[in-house]
């Protein structure tokens, strides 16, 4: 009896207390260690490693946006890149050409991918599967095509140069000064997107996801939610865009090519489907996994020297194809779902149950 009343303090009694973020002090505390190791992290670590920081923040956020869309929605996308690109060139163009701030341009840039995004979710509408997966392929493809002869605008193969975000003056032109920032958004894209998922519209979307016959029935607006998830999971796909094009301070076409797409869906297979932290789990370990393929044909080469020089994309490409069957097969949920487990073990010592 008395474990079972050690045992019944988690239990929640309110619905207040289930859709809380954080709902024991223990993980206050690790949230709060976290925050502290990722704050003294330009102090400690190596320039590289901040480097690719900034790039899973990026990616993070991306990957949010398609998961919204995917995850829980199950709106099968393969132009994400496109939205990408689009927020990218839409933030780059009023950065560098009207000289607007960054609080003005990468708003800009997302509301841009947003208006992107409802121009392909209306006529998708009755598209699903693998019917929808094409659609947005082909508008990737053709966003690919406007960004390189849309010369005046966009600069074709050329590209564009990005001036720095500046802020009270100051210019953050660097991996480390843009760090904080970079990791402010990204937090402020979790935080909105987790309450989302906890309201009515993100109960809407996982219904459509699970059955959207039964999900109409009840009284779901299929066509409104939907569109409605297109347009936020373009607006996160734009912001990621924008803040890439700063971080990089410069774009290119290739920068969005149809492997982009692929590295997303990667992701949020990877981390889970249907889950935010999912997200941040395939961001970073999708941005890592490159490196460890780069080491890799470096060491195959020094074994091999026929392999010399012969790394490129199509390694990548292969690894994510291979990770995702992978992850298919053996585990759906992904690496937030062993996460998930892993916690319950913890939880639950020296149960088994």
Known sequence: MKVLAIRSKTFRESYKEDIRLFQTIWIKVWMGLFIVFLSLLPFLGDPYVVYLVNISSVAAISALGLNILTGFTGQIS?????????????????ASRFSLPFWVSLPAGGIVATVAGLLVGVPCLRLKGLYLAMATMSFGVVIEFLVVTLDGLTKGVRGIAVPPVKLFGYALDSNETLYYLLLSVTALCLITASNIIRT???????????????????????????????????????????????????????HFSFLLSVQYLAMIIVGGLGSILGSVFGAVFITIVPEFIKSFAEGLSRIFPVLEGRYDDNWNIAAFGLMIVLFLIFEPKGLAGIWGRVKTCFKNWPYTY
């Open 78 to 94: 393969l132009g994400h890149a496109a939205f990408f690109a689009i927020g990218a060139y839409g933030t780059a163009i009023l």
């Open 200 to 254: 009515r519209v993100g109960r809407a979307f996982v219904a459509i996801r699970d059955r959207d016959i039964a999900a109409e029935v009840m009284g779901v607006d299929l066509v409104t939610y939907k569109v409605m998830a297109f347009a936020i999971s373009s607006f996160y796909a734009g912001i990621a865009g924008g803040l890439y094009a700063y971080l990089m301070a410069y774009i290119h076409p290739e």
